[in-house]
């Protein structure tokens, strides 16, 4: 009685193991198609940047600006690839690449010390009272 070959033992195997992984994969339930939106320019910003909202515009926005100006966009501005907002970005205040010290905010495009300031004390946009002063970011705190 002859045996087999080895080669066709293999291939026998490999054809077991192709249909039990056909068959496997084949009985999943299909994902949900995505629903088609209309064509307008917000739809397609919004369809750009609904997987990652922050990788999309850090790669589009220096060659399609408006794509800062989506709805779920971390800012209005381009600045070095990425979405940003001037008026509070302590690295790009006021303009791109103008960082704040340390020891600043950017309130309004502009980099104060809200531990002395008393338009900003403590935070952006909090004024102390007028004749009082804003010391380690309180207001009146020596008085």
């Keep these: 009685m002859e045996y087999p070959s080895k080669t066709l033992i293999i291939i026998l195997i490999a054809t077991l193991l192709m249909a039990f992984t056909i068959s496997v994969y084949s009985n999943e339930t299909p994902l949900p198609e995505r ?61 791109c690449g103008s960082r704040c010290n340390y020891s600043q905010m950017c309130c309004q495009g502009k980099c104060v010390n809200t531990s002395v300031n008393a338009k900003h004390c403590g935070r952006c946009n909090n004024s102390c009272k007028k004749g009082s002063s804003c010391a380690y970011g309180l207001c009146s705190y020596a008085n």
């Excluded at 919004?46 to 589009?60: I, K, M, W, Y």
């Excluded at 100006?69 to 690839?81: E, F, M, Q, T």
């Excluded at 940003?84 to 690295?91: I, P, Y």
Aim: hydrophobic fraction near 25%; proline fraction near 7%; aromatic fraction near 4%.
């Design 35 to 95: 629903e088609e939106l209309p064509y307008s320019n917000n739809n397609i910003l919004r369809r750009f940047l609904a997987d990652d909202p922050q990788a999309t515009a850090t790669v589009a926005c220096d060659k399609y600006p408006r794509v800062c100006r989506a709805k779920d966009s971390s800012g209005p501005n381009c600045c070095n690839k990425k979405c940003v907002d001037v008026s509070t970005d302590k690295l790009n205040c006021g303009k």
